[in-house]
Nanobody, 111 residues
Framework: QVQLVESGGGLVQPGESLRLACVGS????????LNWYHQPPGKGSEWIGR???????GYKAFMRGRFTISRDNAKNTMYLHMNNLKPEDTGMYLC?????WGQGTQVTVSE
């Protein structure tokens, strides 16, 4: 059974950083590219970026520079490193591959 479980969200102040994690199980983690999505409150999810099975990354243009995606195949984990967080980064963050989704982890950026 394929599972994706996100963690690492929380309440932070503007300018702070967070590292989100997505742990995969039930499939050969190292053989798949994975995506991160952001779902702002009351809106649909938007693609943030992707890391392929070779570790190559791609990002939505406005995310580049603040957000970095990495993976540790030994831990079956993909990470989203978020720096200089802004209030508009608030929302649910979800990982995905093919038609598999995690439940998401909530990030709130507020004074």
């Amino acid at each position: 059974q394929v599972q994706l479980v996100e963690s690492g969200g929380g309440l932070v102040q503007p300018g702070e950083s967070l590292r989100l994690a997505c742990v995969g199980s039930g499939f050969v983690f190292s053989g798949y590219g994975l995506n991160w999505y952001h779902q702002p409150p009351g809106k649909g999810s938007e693609w943030i970026g992707r890391i392929d099975d070779n570790g190559r990354t791609g990002y939505k243009a406005f995310m580049r520079g603040r957000f970095t995606i990495s993976r540790d195949n030994a831990k079956n984990t993909m990470y989203l490193h978020m720096n200089n967080l802004k209030p508009e980064d608030t929302g649910m963050y979800l990982c995905n591959f093919d038609d598999h989704w995690g439940q998401g982890t909530q990030v709130t950026v507020s004074e």
